[in-house]
C-alpha cells in the first residue's frame, strides 16, 4: 500500500484550518464555528481474519494521483514500498541501523533548514515561555530531537507554525510521562489525582465563580500542567472545535493507559500478553497521527473520523507505532530499576521463553499490526474515496513511517539489543 507522503493541493471541498503565528494565549480561548459538511456514506470494509496476514495492496495510483505534485518544501521522498531489514551476519546491528527484520517503510531525512527552525522556535516556547524544564535537562531536551521527529512525521505540514501545533503536544505529553510516571521524579503512588488535575489543562474545568480562580491558579503550578495548558492554547487556537475535541478525547485514553500500567506496577503484576496490548492500545501514540489534518492545514469531517473502519485504522496504527518504541527503547529500559514491562518482557515472562525469543516474537507482533494497518487503510480508500479521507490516511501512514525514522535514527536515547 502507497500511503506514503506526497500530499496533494488543498481540495476545494476541505476546510482549511490556518495556524498563524499567534502570541502566548490566554487561560481560554474561543473556539470557532464549523460549518457542516456533508459526506457521502461508505461502507466500512470488511475486518482482516485474526490470524491471518493480509496481502500487501498496491494502490498507489489511487493515493498519490499522478498528476498531482507536492508544494511542500521539505525533502521527503515517497517510497516504493515497506522493507523488513535482514539480519545482520556479524552479529549486533551498527549503531542507527534499524531492526533486523522489522517491516518498516524508509523515509529520506527531513529537510535540515526546517527542523533547524522548528527546534529553535520550541526550545524557546519550552525554555523560556513556559519554563518547563531546569538548566540542568537541556541536554535531554536537545537530545529528544523533538523538531526531526515533528518533521518527519508531517511532511505536509505547510509552516513551522503548524508544526509547532504537534511538537508542543508533543514535548507536552513528554514531561506529563517523564515527571508524573517516570525518570524525573515520577511515581505511580497518587498518579491518577495528578493526570486528573492536568487533563483539566487539556479539558477546562467549568465551575462556579467561587473557585474558578483556584483552578486557574493551578494551571500553573507545576511544569507538565504549564505544558499541556500552553500547548492546548496553541492547538484550540488553529483546529477547528471537533479537532480539539478529538484530541481530548484521545489525551483521555492515553491517561488511562498511564493507570492501569501504574496499577500493574503497584501490584507487582505482569499482564497476560494480551492485557498488556489493550494496555498499549490506550497508552500509545493515537493523540499524535489523530491530529494530522490539524498539522497539514484542512479538516477530515467529524463523520469520516467516526467512521469505525477509520477508527480501526487509527487504533492499529497507535498500536503499531507503539510497539516500535517498546523494541526501540528495550535496552534503555534494562537499566530501569525492577522489572520494566514492555512487550519482548512481558511475552517472554507469560510465555516462558528467553528474552531474545520474547523479543523476537515482539518484532513479528508489531509486522502484523503494520500489515493490518496498511491493508484496513487500502480498504477504506477504496470504499470511501472522499479526498479529506485519503488525504488523512495519508498522512497516518506518514507519521507512522516517521516515528519509525525518528526511534531507529535517535542513537542519544537508543540502542539495540545483542539479539542477532
Known amino acids: 500500500m502507497q500511503l506514503r507522503p506526497q500530499a496533494p493541493a488543498a481540495e476545494a471541498s476541505v476546510r482549511e484550518v490556518p ?10 480561548a ?11 456514506e461508505a461502507a466500512a470494509p470488511e475486518a482482516a481474519v485474526p490470524g491471518t496476514r493480509a496481502p500487501e495492496p498496491r494502490l498507489s495510483a489511487l493515493l498519490v494521483p499522478p498528476s498531482v505534485t507536492s508544494s511542500v518544501p521539505v525533502g521527503v521522498t515517497p517510497t516504493a514500498g515497506g ?3 535482514e539480519a545482520p551476519t556479524g552479529g549486533k546491528p551498527r549503531s542507527g541501523d534499524p531492526i533486523p527484520g522489522l517491516y518498516h517503510h524508509p523515509v529520506a531525512e527531513p529537510d535540515p533548514v526546517r527542523v533547524e527552525a522548528l527546534s529553535a522556535k520550541l526550545k524557546v516556547w519550552a525554555m523560556e515561555e513556559i519554563e518547563l524544564y531546569p538548566p540542568e535537562w537541556e541536554k535531554d531536551f536537545d537530545g529528544f530531537s523533538t ?12 509552516s ?12 507536552a505529553e513528554n514531561a506529563v510521562d517523564d515527571c508524573y510516571c517516570e525518570d524525573l521524579g515520577g511515581s505511580p503512588i497518587g498518579l491518577g489525582s495528578r493526570l486528573l488535575l492536568a487533563h483539566t489543562a487539556l479539558d477546562p474545568l467549568h465551575t462556579t465563580p467561587e473557585y474558578h480562580p483556584d483552578w486557574e491558579a493551578s494551571l500553573s503550578s507545576d511544569a507538565p500542567r504549564r505544558a499541556y495548558h500552553s500547548a492546548m492554547e496553541y492547538f484550540t487556537r488553529a483546529a477547528t472545535p471537533s479537532q480539539s475535541d478529538r484530541f481530548r478525547h484521545d489525551m483521555a485514553r492515553l491517561h488511562l493507559g498511564y493507570l492501569a500500567e501504574a496499577a500493574w506496577d503497584q501490584a507487582d503484576h505482569v499482564p497476560e500478553v494480551w492485557e498488556y496490548l489493550a494496555m498499549r492500545q490506550f497508552n500509545n501514540f493515537r493523540p499524535c497521527p489523530t491530529i494530522t489534518d490539524t498539522v497539514g492545514g484542512y479538516e477530515l469531517p467529524v463523520e469520516l473520523h467516526a467512521l469505525p473502519a477509520m477508527q480501526r485504522v487509527i487504533a492499529l496504527a497507535g498500536n503499531a507505532t507503539t510497539i516500535v518504541n517498546d523494541l526501540y527503547s528495550y535496552t534503555k529500559e534494562l537499566s530501569s530499576p525492577g522489572l520494566h514491562l514492555n512487550l519482548p518482557v512481558v511475552i517472554s515472562e507469560r510465555e516462558g521463553v528467553s528474552r531474545k525469543e520474547g523479543y523476537l516474537k515482539a518484532v513479528e507482533v508489531h509486522n502484523d499490526l503494520q500489515r493490518a494497518f496498511e491493508a484496513e487503510a487500502a480498504a477504506l480508500a477504496v470504499a ?3 479526498p479529506a479521507l485519503v488525504r488523512f490516511l495519508r498522512g497516518v501512514a506518514a507519521w ?12 542519544y536515547r537508543y540502542t539495540l539489543p545483542d539479539f542477532w
Open 19 to 28: 495556524a498563524p503565528e499567534v502570541p502566548a494565549p490566554a487561560v481560554s
Open 30 to 40: 474561543a473556539e470557532t464555528a464549523t460549518p457542516g459538511t456533508s459526506v457521502p
Open 83 to 85: 522493507s523488513a531489514t
Open 147 to 158: 523538531g526531526r521527529y515533528m518533521v518527519a512525521c508531517h511532511p505536509d505540514a505547510p
Open 160 to 171: 513551522v507554525d503548524h508544526l509547532m501545533l504537534a511538537a508542543r503536544l508533543m514535548v
Open 384 to 386: 470511501c474515496p472522499v
Open 400 to 411: 507512522v513511517d516517521g516515528n519509525h525514522y525518528w526511534h531507529q535514527t535517535n542513537t
